[in-house]
Structure formats: C-alpha cells, structure tokens
C-alpha cells in the first residue's frame, strides 16, 4: 500500500492531459464519471424524443404523425434507450465520480477497465440507434422483445439489436465488477463496511444484482441470436421449443433489473434526506439490509410479469405474496426517510425537492404495483396503460428524479461552483409537474382498458390523452433548462465551499471543490 | 500493493466466476424448463411414449370426455384433421384414434405435430403409448395418410376433471429450414447480416 502512496506522491501534481486524449484515454474515475453522465444525459434526451414522438402521435386519437411500423419502433426504442443508455449509466457515473471520494479510495480499482467500460457503451448505442436506419427498420418488439415477435417475425435489424445488447451487457458487468473491487478493496483505513455511506452500501447490493443477471441477459438473446440465425429452436415451437421459456429467462434478468436502476436511488436520497434534515439517517442498519433483502426477493417474484400467460394457481399464488412481500423491506426504507425527516431542521434546496418528491411518488409507484401484484386483478391491468403509469412512476420520480437530486447534491463538487438554485427549483416544479400530468391520467386509461404500445386509441380516452401528451411535452422541455443550469454551473458563479451543505456528511466534503484531479492519494483516516 | 493488487485480482476472479456461471445458469434453464414442465405438466405438452401395461387390471366406470382438435402452424397448406372429434372413454382402457392429413401442394413436404392439452392439470393423467406426434410426418405432393394415436387416460385423473381436449398443431419442417436459409439471403443482398 505505502509503494501506491509514493508513486502518487511524485506524480501528485499531473493533471488531466491535454485534447481529446484526455477523455479517450483517461483512466481518472473523475473524468470517467462525467463521461457517463454526459453520455447518460445525452441519451436521455434522445430516449425523450422518442416519447415526444409516441405522445405527439397519441395527442389526437387516430393516425396523423407516425405509420404505426415507426410508432412500433419508437415505443421500443424509448425503452431500451431510457433503460439502457440513459438510466444505468448515469448511475455508473455517480458510481464513479463519489464511490472513491466517499470511501477515501485514490480512484476506481481497475481504472484501465474502467475507460473501456464507458467507451464500449457509444460504440453499443451507435449500433442500437443506426437500426432505426436500415431496411426493415429498427427493434419494433417492444423494449422487453418476447419471442416470436423478436424473433420469427422481427426485422432483419434484430441481429444488430442483439449486438448492441451484448455490448451494453459486457459495459455493465465490468462497471459492476470495479464497483466491487472498489468497495472491498479501497476504503480507507477505519471505514468499515457498517461506515461505508448508503450510496456505496446500495452499489454494492446493485453490482451483483448486475452480476447475477446481465449474463443471463446475454443468455437470452444468444439464443434469440441462435434461433433467428442458426436453427435453433430454443423459442420456436414448432422445433420442440417454448415461447414461454423466453418470458421466465427475460424476466428472470428484467426483475432485478429493475431494482438494478432504483437501488442506487435508494441510496442517493438517503445522503441527501439527511442532509438537508440536518439529521443523522434514521436506522441506518436496517437501510443496508433492507437493500440486501430487496435485492434477494427480487430473484424469487419474476413471473408476476407473466401471471396471463397460463401460471397453474399454486404458482401465482407464490409471485402474489413473494412481491407483496418486498413491500416490506421497500416499507422500512420510506418510514426511515420519513423518521429522518421528522422534527428535522428541514430547508429545501433542489437535491431535497427532488429526494422529497422521490419518496412520495414512488411510493405511489410502488402501491400501484402492489395492485399489479395480485394476481387476479392483473388479469384486467396487464399490458393496459395502468403498467405505464406504474413504471413510470417507480422509474421516473424514482430513478431519475434519484440522479437529478444527486446531480444537483454533488454539483458544487464537481463543478466548484452553486448551481442557480431559483433555475434549479424551475426545474424542479416544472419537472414535477409536467410528470405527474403525464403519468397519472395514465392509471385511469389503463383501468378503463386502454392497451399499450398502440399507436391508436378509442375515442373515449381522447381527454386524458391530451393532457398527458401536454405534460410529457412540459417535462420534456424542462430537461433542456436542467442542461442550461449544469453548463451554467460548470462555467462559473458562485464559488462552492468544501462542504457547501450545511447539513452534509461524509468524506467526499473533505476534499476541496472543485475535487482536484487526483484526491486521497494519501488515505483519509476514519475514526 | 502487492497484496492489494493480488486481492483485487482475486475479486475480479470470483465475480468473473460468477459471471461465466450465471451465463451458464441461463441456459441451464432450457432443460431446467424442460423437466419442470415434464414433471408437473403445466404446460400441456403431453410426454413421449407411454411404457406400462396397456391393461393393467379393470378399466374405471367413470366416463371421461375426450376431445381432439387440429390446426396447422403458420403457411401450413395441409389438410389436417382428426378423424373423431369426441369421444367417451373409460380411464384406464386403450383407445385408437386418426387423424388424417393430406398434403395438397405439388411438392414433398415434413411436417411435426406438437401436442397440447386442456386443462394443464390433466397432463400427468394422460399417456400415449402410440402417437403420430413422436415422429415427424414426411407426404408427398398430394398424399393422404390416416395417423393412429393410442391413448390412455389414467385412473388416478382427479375427480373434477371429466372432459379433456387434446389440440395438435401441425408445423411445416421443410419449410422452417427453407425460411431460415430465406431470411439468410434476403439479409445478405441487404447488406445486413452479421454472424449468420
């Protein structure tokens, strides 16, 4: 260990290089980190196309913007580049940028996989989003891409699709296997594994999570890759095989996917909660290992994705209660954040806007899927907008409104600079807003039975329609303000102290901000 | 450092491990799939040939209803129906059935006929000792033929199930590989195949 501190020592006053070969070559978790959340941002904003497409073509019922081949295309595209492109890397980013500065560590402890990490995942959207380009055109099959549809009857483009899967998949497992390294390896003297914040604690839990499922992932579309091209028959039941199968292997890496893109914002909301309640997390113990239990339940509840498909009754019965079980442990967490925040000296910067509103609707997210859960009532709402709503709640004032809260946290860290708070608390409102217009009109037209992915609807569900259209519209919009404060706050204004929030704790505001290129190259001591 | 890089080689060792495992546990669950659905019958497809005693003491005196249904696959241009389409039978005795197919196209075809049964529950409680559908069906161009299934209905059939439907889908075989080489072609003249 003293041989590391030494090299660093002499070459302590390296910066970054110089052009593009910085960012190409950099092994720096700093620079690595703000490559992922750029790129992440990016594709955010490309998968927010795509649905400004789906809404613009759902505003009016009928036919008017897009055939419904393209529409097709979009719902899958917004899918696979939301999940995928936008939401995992972003928390590979945070990951990267605060996992060494929280737990003292120079830097991530495979930095050479790291660069290859981010820069695999380009190289994968490239190829996902130039289907959209080629005969045929682009995945059409919906995000969670069943057999036969993708498969028998997918477009030639398909073979890409898996490619790019694959690649993504290799990204992640390696992001997922730095994390590990990283936490066991690197932490400073005297923080244990009971110290170690509840962002590390979450990424650990998601790491194998990852770990576990993205080879199965890979699994899968191996063998869709195998049937379209090889003759197999693994999905195909006229050679001996079952479509079925595709939908237990899928969703058996899609649950815990899931929980894939909200653990970490788990763990995020609870830095922030206690920082601007000016209190300590209320049962910091039963955090972590309510984490670990979501995370084990998450391997045992996945064909609630598929009670309609023909489960025997004994079968349903067990999805039923092993997902209303997970109820549980996600119920401790939010009583703890709620506990933090109770009798707490509260004030309400951005990051706590968005952790607040984080707590509140997803756990309107989550009651909707506990309505999801059992099993006989799901025969009404499967693939009805009422699952729209649902995920969209859980994933988007859950996971993402998760990463803005810490974007706008850790900001002044990055940047050194405040952020414009009464831009950030715009933002906020309008963001909150124009979701909640978007989404839950959605819980009604499910209900009354309007299905997903079609580009069309009956004439009844025209209202509620218009007014989710016009708040996916608004929310859409908002995101280009979020990117005007960022580039506002990286250019300058006010100076940000080391630890700009009165209330925050932990070691990443030791090192000063702007964090310097190269921070504890000496080992922080933690008592 | 040293022994910081060789712990950090060890992590990196075990979570590849479990990578490769997890990989494999992903197609480990084919078969997996397979035997479960074998066991418990939920899925419909009633096992291959049955091997006990054809008449293994007196039949049941309950009645149980039989029905057989027939469809073909996609672009399956066969005529293929059975030749009974209801039938009373006592658990335990053995029963013949046809079914008769004909090919109507000016070429020699394969065909597969898969199996399913309605409700799932009576899966276990149905055995062939004879069936058409364990073999492919090879006609040519405008050949008839009539296929026997031998079946079995079990005298353990729970009490509440009193009609069974037995559905055969028939699927084109010669044409699956021709699609396969298609698609093949088609991709390639578009500039799109990779790894096919």
Not at chain 1, 398 to 425: C, N, Q, R
Not at chain 1, 468 to 473: C, D, E, L, P, R
Request: negative net charge; proline residues 6%.
């Amino acid at each position: 260990m003293s041989a590391v501190i030494d090299d660093h020592t002499q070459e302590h006053d390296h910066g970054p290089a110089g052009g593009i070969t910085r960012w190409l070559l950099t092994t720096n978790h700093k620079d690595i980190g703000t490559m992922y959340l750029i790129f992440s941002f990016s594709m955010f904003l490309l998968g927010g196309t795509f649905a400004m497409v789906i809404r613009a073509e759902l505003f009016y019922p009928g036919l008017q913007i897009v055939e419904p081949e393209f529409f097709n295309q979009m719902t899958t595209m917004h899918g696979l580049v939301m999940v995928f492109g936008a939401v995992m890397p972003a928390f590979v980013g945070l990951a990267n940028w605060m996992i060494p500065l929280m737990i003292g560590a120079p830097d991530m402890a495979l930095p050479r996989m790291n660069n290859w990490s981010f820069w695999l995942l380009p190289c994968a959207f490239l190829i996902l989003v130039s289907t959209l380009f080629m005969s045929g055109g682009g995945p059409n099959f919906g995000w969670t891409f069943y057999a036969p549809l993708s498969t028998t009857y997918g477009p030639p483009s398909t073979t890409f699709f898996i490619f790019a899967i694959h690649i993504m998949g290799v990204s992640s497992i390696m992001g997922a296997i730095n994390v590990i390294a990283t936490v066991l390896n690197l932490r400073a003297p005297g923080m244990t594994l009971m110290k170690m914040p509840l962002f590390v604690w979450t990424w650990l839990i998601t790491a194998f999570l990852l770990i576990a499922v993205m080879p199965v992932l890979a699994g899968v579309v191996t063998m869709m890759l195998m049937d379209i091209n090889f003759g197999t028959s693994f999905f195909d039941a006229s050679g001996g095989g079952d479509p079925v199968l595709f939908q237990h292997v899928f969703w058996f890496f899609g649950h815990p996917e899931v929980y894939i893109m909200i653990l970490p914002a788990f763990g995020a909301v609870s830095q922030i909660i206690p920082a601007f309640s000016r209190k300590r997390l209320f049962g910091y113990a039963s955090m972590v290992y309510a984490t670990g239990a979501i995370a084990l339940l998450s391997f045992l509840v996945w064909a609630h994705h598929m009670f309609t498909v023909g489960i025997p009754v004994a079968g349903q019965l067990f999805f039923m209660y092993a997902t209303m079980l997970i109820a549980v442990p996600t119920g401790v967490k939010v009583f703890n954040w709620v506990a933090t925040m109770f009798r707490g000296a509260l004030t309400f910067e951005a990051p706590m806007l968005f952790a607040i509103a984080f707590v509140i609707l997803f756990t309107i997210g989550g009651f909707s899927g506990l309505m999801l859960a059992i099993s006989p009532a799901d025969f009404q709402y499967h693939d009805t907008y009422f699952v729209v709503a649902h995920f969209h709640y859980v994933l988007v004032p859950g996971a993402i409104f998760g990463i803005f809260a810490s974007a706008y946290y850790w900001l002044p860290k990055w940047t050194g600079y405040m952020y414009d708070e009464s831009l950030a608390k715009a933002h906020f409102w309008m963001s909150f807003i124009g979701m909640n217009l978007a989404f839950f009109p959605m819980h009604f037209l499910g209900l009354a039975g309007m299905p997903r992915r079609i580009p069309d609807y009956a004439l009844q569900f025209a209202d509620f329609n218009m007014i989710s259209s016009i708040g996916a519209f608004m929310f859409g919009a908002t995101q280009i303000l979020f990117l005007l404060i960022v580039v506002k706050c990286a250019r300058g204004g006010v100076a940000a102290a080391a630890k700009p929030w009165e209330g925050a704790e932990g070691l990443e505001w030791t090192v000063p901000s702007p964090a310097p290129y190269h921070t504890f190259t000496t080992p922080p001591v933690v008592e | 450092m040293t022994s910081n890089k060789r712990s950090t080689g060890r992590v990196v060792t075990w979570c590849m491990t479990g990578v490769v495992g997890m990989f494999a546990f992903g197609f480990a669950l084919v078969p997996l799939y397979d035997v479960f659905c074998d066991i418990t019958g939920i899925n419909g497809k009633t096992g291959g040939r049955y091997q006990a005693g054809v008449t293994d003491g007196e039949a049941d005196s309950r009645l149980i209803t039989v029905q057989f249904i027939a469809q073909n696959g996609p672009e399956m241009p066969w005529v293929f129906r059975p030749m009974t389409r209801n039938i009373k039978v006592h658990p335990g005795e053995a029963i013949t059935v046809n079914y008769y197919a004909e090919n109507p196209t000016d070429q020699a075809m394969v065909a597969q006929a898969v199996p399913s049964l309605s409700p799932s529950e009576g899966t276990l409680y149905f055995h062939k000792t004879e069936c058409f559908c364990f073999t492919q069906q090879a006609l040519a161009a405008g050949e008839t033929v009539e296929m026997p299934l031998v079946f079995i209905v079990d005298k353990a059939l729970p009490e509440h199930l009193r009609k069974l439907t037995l559905s055969y889908t028939l699927y084109d075989q010669g044409k699956l590989q021709q699609a396969a080489a298609d698609t093949t072609v088609a991709a390639s003249t578009n500039g799109l195949a990779v790894g096919g």
